[in-house]
Structures are given as C-alpha cells and as structure tokens.
C-alpha cells in the first residue's frame, strides 16, 4: 500500500498467544470462543505485526514484537513461536537489515511491543536498531517506569533501559507530527500515553491500531481486554477512534489480529462494523 511518498508494508514478527477470557474481558467464552478458538489451556492465538514505513530516505517501524529475550519459561507461557515469521525475515523482504531502519515508533512499552527493540549478545542488552531514534510518549515512560501492581507484568524494565542508555530514546509530549504526513493520537485506556500511528496524505489515512483495536472482534464495543487500566476510558477510546474512521474512510491497521491485517469500517445502525477487508 502507498500513501503519500510512503510505502507501507506489513512485517510479520512471530506468534504468541495469551489467555481468551483476559483478552475479552467480560465477554463470555461462548461468543469470544466461536471467533478465537483456544487451546487447552484457553490461550488463543496472536499476531505480533509491525508496520514498515519507507521512501527513499526514512524507514521507519513501528512496534518491535516480543523479541528474543524472554526466558524459556515464559517462551512456553506465551507459546511464542518465531519459526514461521521472524523480524529479521520479514524486513529482508524489501531488502533491508535491522541497522538500516532509521525511526523506530513505540505505541507503548508493554514486552510484546517493546521486546524486539533489544536483544541479549551474552549477558548484555543490545540495541536491535542501532541507528533508529526510538519514539515514546512521555506520560507512558513515566508510568512504564513505575507501574501499578496490577500491570507491573506487562512490562520489563531491560527492554527499554538500555533504549535510554544508548541515547536513542525520543519523549514526545502528547500530540506529534514525528515526520511528514506521520503523526500520533494518544488514548489512556489500555494503560497510560498509548501513542497510535496515523499516516495519511489528505486522501488515504491509515492507522495503526495497537492495543486500542487489537483484533477486528473488538471492533465491538464491550470486547475490552482486562489488561486495560481504565475499561470504561477504552470503551470511549474506541468509539473515538471508529467514528473518525468511518468518517474519513480510515484504513486500521491490527498489530495482534491472527489472520486479518487490516479493514475498513462502517456503522450500521448503532453498530460498528467491518466494510472492507485489506491486505496490504
Ligand atoms: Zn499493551
């Protein structure tokens, strides 16, 4: 997909999965179980897909996967599974290496978003794109910093420690244009400063959508995953974000849905729903 001077490709990162009932909420498994079909242990299959943003001179990533670093235990937790799709394949595609991309843009610093952006070489916490400024809002590196108890998990301080050691983080303060025809929209639902990718050039806007919309089932207003802090504030996040895209024909992008990249909406009736699927 072009928009603008930009090329937009879809970089596949690995698969994981993690407990149905967290990632709906209070949706009963009899409907989320019909479109997510678990395993034994209830965990249904996700996505970890990263946008690539290129013209001749920027590119441009955003999200970074889970990466390589977690511990063989939780390797099995989250059933990752990097055989298929990895990030290194996945940009070899268009002919590039993890040191050519330039700008690296974090919707936020949970481990399945932050992880690929380090790896471990021994002991010690590399940088996996050496020459990239890497892009967080600032309310969110405050809160990623300290936690509450109840999201202190999602978080691994060594993922983006050595992203500031190494001088390459970027705090942006609320609302930014990162390059031309890029910028981002800030929801708090999910957990503080979530930063979400818009590109468009007047005529075709895409977005990527984070843990905001994380698959085409929570298109549907009460899907909200318990990991959200603020529930209500994502319900409201959602039906901001929806209605602006059925108003400008948005294309939504899903970083964690299994099969579907990417769709168009509409609203029928009172609901929201999909209008056009797209691959990109
Ligand atoms: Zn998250």
Redesign the pocket.
């Known amino acids: 997909m072009k928009i603008g001077k930009y090329e937009l490709h879809s970089i596949e990162t690995g698969r994981f999965a993690l407990d149905g009932g967290a990632m709906f909420g209070i949706v009963p498994k009899e409907l989320w179980g019909k479109l997510h079909p678990s395993d034994g242990q209830n965990r249904i299959e996700m996505a970890l897909r990263s946008l690539l943003i290129m013209d001749d001179k920027r590119k441009i990533l955003v999200d970074t996967g889970i990466g390589t670093k977690l511990s063989k235990k939780n390797q099995k937790i989250y059933k990752i599974d990097q055989t298929k799709h990895n990030l290194e394949a996945s940009l070899e595609k268009y002919g590039l290496e993890t040191k050519d991309i330039t700008d690296v843009i974090l919707t936020?610093l949970?481990l399945?978003?932050v992880g690929g952006a380090t790896y471990l070489e021994g002991k010690k916490h590399k940088l996996t794109f050496p020459n990239a400024a890497h892009y967080v809002q600032k309310t969110h590196h405050e809160w990623a910093i300290k936690p509450s108890e109840r999201d202190k998990g999602?978080f691994i301080r060594e993922d983006f420690k050595t992203i500031e050691g190494e001088g390459k983080l970027r705090l942006l303060d609320g609302y930014a244009m990162i390059l031309p025809n890029i910028d981002v929209i800030i929801y708090d639902g999910?957990?503080i400063g979530?930063q979400l990718i818009k590109i468009s050039d007047g005529i075709n806007t895409l977005v990527y959508c984070?843990?905001v919309i994380p698959f085409t089932s929570h298109i549907n207003l009460p899907y909200i995953a318990s990991?959200d802090i603020s529930p209500i504030t994502s319900i409201e996040d959602k039906e901001k974000l929806l209605t602006r895209a059925c108003n400008g024909d948005w294309v939504l992008f899903f970083e964690h849905d299994p099969v579907t990249e990417a769709v168009k909406v509409e609203k029928i009736k009172k609901e929201y729903t999909i209008k056009e699927t797209i691959s990109l």
């Open positions: 936020h949970h399945d978003h999602s999910h957990t979530q984070g843990d990991y």
